[in-house]
């Protein structure tokens, strides 16, 4: 793993749903490494990545993607917050999704992205700083866990507000960063009540199996 320069700014590069479609209409291989994905991205595509690793948590998609696309978030946080480049272990570098699911994916998010496009640009510079990222990638870690529990309708928020998260941080806009923030409260309070329901209704089962 490398440590980037906090004084650097990245180029934001080509938009992103752009480099989507680039990486749909190559057809060298019939399947999409997560490795492929992040070096398409580019060395600084945080906000990119945590898009492209949440959304598959709200739209429909084919079963056991989301989990493939939710495990990476993890590791992409924790080098957001340790101020690294993103990078993922060679066992993660490796999975695959289908070509034809990632441009199915890709279909589906793009009106997401032509609609955010229209608010997001630079402002609100305060919460894009380097080490406001830093918090930002404390806080998506925390909802990269709770995506990963066992809790039957609480991925969509989490996934919702690392999406707002990645879109600031892609145009530098503190505005979506600050939306995120309260996103990520009330997914937090929503994941709590819903994994509080589900171990009392457990509770319940047990005690009236013994009883």
Same mark, same amino acid.
């Given at each position: 793993?490398?440590?980037?320069?906090?004084?650097?700014?990245?180029?934001?590069?080509?938009?992103?749903?752009?480099?989507?479609?680039?990486?749909?209409?190559?057809?060298?291989?019939?399947?999409?490494?997560?490795?492929?994905?992040?070096?398409?991205?580019?060395?600084?595509?945080?906000?990119?990545? =945590? !898009?492209?690793?949440? +959304?598959?948590?709200?739209?429909?998609?084919?079963?056991?993607? @989301?989990?493939?696309? &939710? *495990?990476? %978030?993890?590791?992409?946080?924790?080098?957001?917050?340790?101020?690294?480049?993103?990078?993922?272990?060679?066992?993660?570098?490796?999975?695959?999704?289908?070509?034809?699911?990632?441009?199915?994916?890709?279909?589906?998010?793009?009106?997401?992205?032509?609609?955010?496009?229209?608010?997001?640009?630079?402002?609100?510079?305060?919460?894009?700083?380097?080490?406001?990222?830093?918090?930002?990638?404390?806080?998506? =870690? !925390?909802?990269?866990? +709770?995506?990963?529990?066992?809790?039957?309708?609480?991925?969509? @928020?989490?996934?919702? &507000? *690392?999406? %707002?998260?990645?879109?600031?941080?892609?145009?530098?806009?503190?505005?979506?960063?600050?939306?995120?923030?309260?996103?990520?409260?009330?997914?937090?309070?929503?994941?709590?009540?819903?994994?509080?329901?589900?171990?009392?209704?457990?509770?319940?089962?047990?005690?009236?199996?013994?009883?």
């Amino acid at each position: 793993m490398v440590r980037r320069d906090p004084d650097v700014r990245a180029d934001p590069g080509p938009a992103l749903e752009g480099v989507l479609q680039a990486l749909v209409a190559d057809r060298d291989s019939e399947r999409l490494t997560l490795g492929q994905i992040i070096h398409a991205m580019g060395e600084r595509a945080f906000g990119p990545l =945590l !898009f492209i690793f949440a +959304v598959p948590n709200i739209l429909p998609t084919p079963p056991g993607t @989301a989990g493939i696309m &939710a *495990i990476p %978030l993890v590791f992409l946080t924790v080098q957001m917050v340790l101020g690294r480049v993103p990078w993922l272990p060679g066992f993660l570098v490796r999975r695959s999704v289908a070509r034809e699911t990632f441009a199915r994916f890709v279909a589906r998010a793009a009106p997401w992205l032509a609609w955010a496009g229209r608010f997001l640009r630079p402002r609100l510079g305060l919460f894009v700083r380097p080490m406001s990222e830093r918090l930002v990638g404390l806080v998506c =870690l !925390f909802l990269s866990l +709770v995506l990963l529990m066992p809790i039957p309708f609480a991925n969509s @928020a989490p996934a919702f &507000a *690392i999406c %707002l998260f990645g879109l600031g941080l892609l145009e530098r806009d503190g505005v979506w960063i600050l939306a995120g923030m309260i996103a990520a409260a009330g997914a937090t309070a929503l994941a709590g009540f819903l994994g509080f329901a589900l171990v009392k209704a457990a509770v319940m089962f047990v005690q009236h199996l013994m009883a």
